[in-house]
């Protein structure tokens, strides 16, 4: 189902773009032609949503000095120096964190969880999704954005669309405008996956407990980057399929990519506010615990939900699916068989594996609850508090990169 979803969507945009071609709008001027002009587009949305910093730098710069001097002053802001400027020192700052910060830990973790909370986050709003508006003008055949906005709700800019009052009769203006809106839709959608998928690099990159694997993830995005860019160049045919082979596999890994990314906002905000802020989060009696799946049998690792006391003493774990799902409840069995595990950074869920000092770790908390370990328990009513902060390293670290977290509890029928 998940398969036929994704081509359903991409049969969607080829029928668009087919569409398209046909239309008055697919008669560009462009010595490039129609269908590297939609090459172009489609690899240029894939390229920023990798990488929305690094690709509105690099098209900025490319198409500012690609541009004759005279005719600089018409190109939209995020070609202009005084845009991309800035953000290609930003990124020369963000570089120089990742390497020489890698030597001061506890100032590198909160400025890569600002990175993966914030910057990351503002960069799709105020970056990739203008690209998005931007490269569908280009497609259809438009000078600019408010064009493009002009046709899809005339009412909103009826000075501009009287200028393009020769788009022909009113009903292929109003498919032209439905075009648009679809192409708008796919463009945005297709973004958002993308992002998700290079945003899990930064996330990888934020938990991990070693500079140079930090580096090494952000280089490994910022190479497909590259390679889809140079590709493109080389040949606009190539620069297609590369793009939409990494649109298929966004979708593919949507869901785990999600789970991730919201993974990473919570983390980023628990470590910005106990090693930031000086805060801790401390539940109460009767309150809930918001936590990530590690090891339900049937449960995808790092779900998010909320872990819960039930007045018969078993543990309950609440979660919806993409978090507006309805919510299921799965039930764990006795609190008194779980402890909470004392983490190096952040607290654990754990059951014991019965071999020896063996366990199992079932849920990972925030690292707003780091310090509150004695509070979880008295609030799940769980056995104990254990700790575990000796069993860190690569290893362990691999360990949950690769979901492996020894055999998967079941949840209780």
């Not at 960069?123 to 999704?129: Q, W």
């Not at 590369?242 to 470590?271: D, E, M, N, P």
């Amino acid at each position: 189902m998940k398969l036929l979803g994704i081509f359903l969507i991409l049969a969607v945009l080829f029928h668009g773009l087919a569409f398209l071609a046909q239309s008055e709008f697919g008669k560009t001027t462009d010595a490039m032609g129609k269908g590297q002009t939609i090459s172009t587009a489609v690899a240029t949305v894939t390229g920023t949503a990798i990488s929305p910093l690094v690709g509105v730098c690099t098209i900025g710069i490319f198409d500012y000095f690609r541009t004759p001097k005279d005719l600089r002053g018409q190109l939209p802001l995020f070609e202009k120096p005084k845009f991309w400027v800035p953000i290609a020192l930003l990124l020369i700052l963000i570089f120089l964190k990742d390497t020489v910060g890698g030597f001061a830990p506890l100032i590198k973790k909160p400025l890569d969880a600002a990175e993966v909370l914030m910057l990351n986050k503002a960069s799709l709003i105020l970056i990739g999704f203008p690209i998005v508006f931007r490269e569908v003008a280009k497609v259809m055949g438009l000078n600019s954005v408010s064009e493009l906005f002009a046709l899809v709700a005339p009412r909103l800019l009826p000075v501009v669309y009287a200028a393009n009052a020769d788009v022909g009769s009113t009903a292929r203006a109003a498919g032209n405008a439905a075009l648009a809106v679809i192409l708008i839709v796919v463009g945005m959608v297709t973004m958002f996956v993308v992002w998700m998928l290079g945003e899990t690099f930064d996330v990888l990159a934020l938990l991990s407990p070693f500079p140079l694997l930090d580096f090494l993830f952000k280089a490994a995005r910022n190479a497909v980057f590259v390679l889809l860019a140079v590709t493109t160049l080389v040949s606009r045919e190539a620069g297609l399929t590369l793009s939409l082979t990494i649109v298929l596999a966004s979708f593919i890994l949507a869901r785990w990519a999600f789970r991730l990314l919201v993974f990473g906002t919570v983390f980023s905000w628990g470590i910005l506010r106990v090693m930031g802020f000086s805060s801790q989060k401390t539940p109460e009696e009767g309150e809930t615990v918001s936590a990530f799946s590690a090891n339900i049998k049937g449960l995808p690792r790092r779900t998010y939900g909320w872990l819960r006391a039930e007045p018969d003493g078993t543990l309950a774990f609440r979660h919806r699916s993409w978090l507006v799902g309805p919510t299921r409840t799965e039930n764990l069995g006795p609190a008194s068989g779980f402890e909470v595990g004392q983490g190096l950074f952040f607290p654990n869920v754990i059951r014991a594996t019965g071999k020896g000092d063996g366990y199992s770790i079932v849920f990972r908390l925030s690292p707003s609850y780091r310090g509150s370990e004695a509070a979880i328990r008295s609030t799940l009513r769980l056995a104990g508090v254990r700790d575990i902060r000796g069993s860190k390293g690569m290893r362990s670290f691999w360990k949950w990169v690769s979901e492996e977290s020894g055999e998967p509890e079941k949840a209780a029928a």
